[in-house]
């Protein structure tokens, strides 16, 4: 198995991952274009074959962006005093690529670039539980529990992950 850590995939390819989450949460390509104007996005390949993305946005900038919702309020109310933070918007693993244990080093990948441009910290809201799992093995710790979110009926954990 050979995996692959890139930068250099199209929205448009990227739009496979929507279709892995509840109708909430989806994003349609506009948003989607948009969103990866402002953020650090990380994709992994297994065998030349799109398997996961990540991307996270500089705290202050999701904070202008302002609120549209009670649930993007939770995430500025959880995110606006903590300093030097990327907040990692999503982690996504296309379902026949889970449980290769591949995620935790995924994460790290991304984490490692954030550290590299000068982030003191990742702030992010865990929906699984796998995810908040390996969130904790890279040593982050869950501070919040926010209920239904974005009515999915999902329990999603806020948590801080020191990268220094």
Same mark, same amino acid.
């Given at each position: 198995?050979?995996?692959?850590?890139?930068? &250099?995939?199209?929205?448009?390819?990227?739009?496979?991952?929507?279709? /892995?989450? *509840? $109708?909430?949460? &989806?994003?349609?390509?506009?948003?989607?274009? *948009?969103?990866?104007? &402002?953020?650090?996005?990380?994709?992994?390949?297994?065998?030349?074959? @799109?398997?996961?993305?990540?991307?996270?946005?500089?705290? $202050?900038?999701? /904070? @202008?962006?302002?609120?549209?919702? $009670?649930?993007?309020?939770?995430?500025?109310?959880? !995110?606006?005093?903590?300093?030097?933070?990327?907040?990692?918007?999503?982690?996504?693993?296309?379902? *026949?690529?889970?449980?290769? %244990?591949?995620?935790?080093?995924?994460?790290?990948? %991304?984490?490692?670039?954030?550290?590299?441009?000068?982030?003191?910290?990742?702030?992010?809201?865990?929906?699984?539980?796998?995810? %908040? &799992? !390996?969130?904790?093995?890279?040593?982050?710790?869950?501070?919040?529990? %926010?209920?239904?979110?974005?009515?999915?009926?999902? @329990?999603?954990?806020?948590?801080?992950?020191? @990268?220094?």
């Amino acid at each position: 198995m050979i995996v692959r850590f890139t930068s &250099q995939v199209t929205v448009e390819e990227s739009m496979v991952f929507e279709s /892995i989450f *509840e $109708p909430e949460l &989806q994003l349609d390509i506009e948003e989607k274009a *948009e969103l990866f104007n &402002q953020c650090e996005v990380t994709f992994m390949t297994v065998n030349g074959q @799109l398997a996961g993305e990540i991307y996270s946005i500089n705290v $202050p900038d999701l /904070i @202008l962006e302002g609120v549209e919702d $009670p649930d993007d309020q939770k995430i500025i109310d959880d !995110i606006k005093y903590i300093d030097d933070a990327s907040y990692l918007h999503s982690t996504s693993i296309l379902p *026949e690529y889970r449980g290769l %244990h591949l995620a935790k080093a995924f994460k790290a990948f %991304h984490n490692g670039k954030l550290a590299g441009m000068g982030y003191k910290n990742v702030v992010g809201h865990s929906t699984s539980k796998e995810m %908040h &799992q !390996i969130n904790e093995a890279l040593g982050a710790v869950h501070i919040r529990n %926010h209920e239904n979110w974005y009515e999915t009926g999902r @329990l999603s954990s806020f948590y801080v992950l020191k @990268l220094d």
